[in-house]
């Protein structure tokens, strides 16, 4: 059984940073895109950031370029997403992905795998 599981989330104030990971179990994802997606109260689901499977390349939203970094570690089936400047906006349940098709960029559609959320709570 194919499980994402996401940790470190939490509050942090404005201007503040926080460290997600995701780890990854079941399958490896080593030669497969990853990404990380948000959704916010009330807001549909939305594009983050995604990282090919060598991690020579990277793709961010508008949203979190110069803020958000996101890296990988295929020996540890792990892929961190490093927020920092966060801001009241950046508050939402933040979703880690895995696709199956090799390709990047890819639309959030062709993730195949998803797991459970972690909540970012940023307080003005």
């Known amino acids: 059984q194919v499980q994402l599981v996401e940790s470190g989330g939490g509050l942090v104030q404005a201007g503040g940073s926080l460290r997600l990971s995701c780890a990854a179990s079941g399958r490896t994802f080593s030669s497969n895109p990853m990404a990380w997606f948000r959704q916010a109260p009330g807001k549909e689901r939305e594009f983050v950031a995604g990282?090919?499977?060598?991690?020579?390349?990277?793709y961010y939203a508008d949203s979190g370029k110069g803020r958000f970094t996101i890296s990988r570690d295929n020996a540890k089936s792990t892929v961190d997403l490093q927020m920092n400047s966060l801001k009241p906006e950046d508050t939402a349940i933040y979703y880690c992905?895995?696709?199956?098709?090799?390709?990047?960029?890819?639309?959030?559609?062709?993730?195949?795998?998803w797991g459970q959320g972690t909540q970012v709570t940023v307080s003005s």
């Open positions: 992905a895995g696709a199956v098709i090799r390709q990047f960029p890819i639309p959030a559609g062709e993730y195949d795998y």
């Open positions: 990282i090919s499977w060598g991690a020579l390349r990277t």
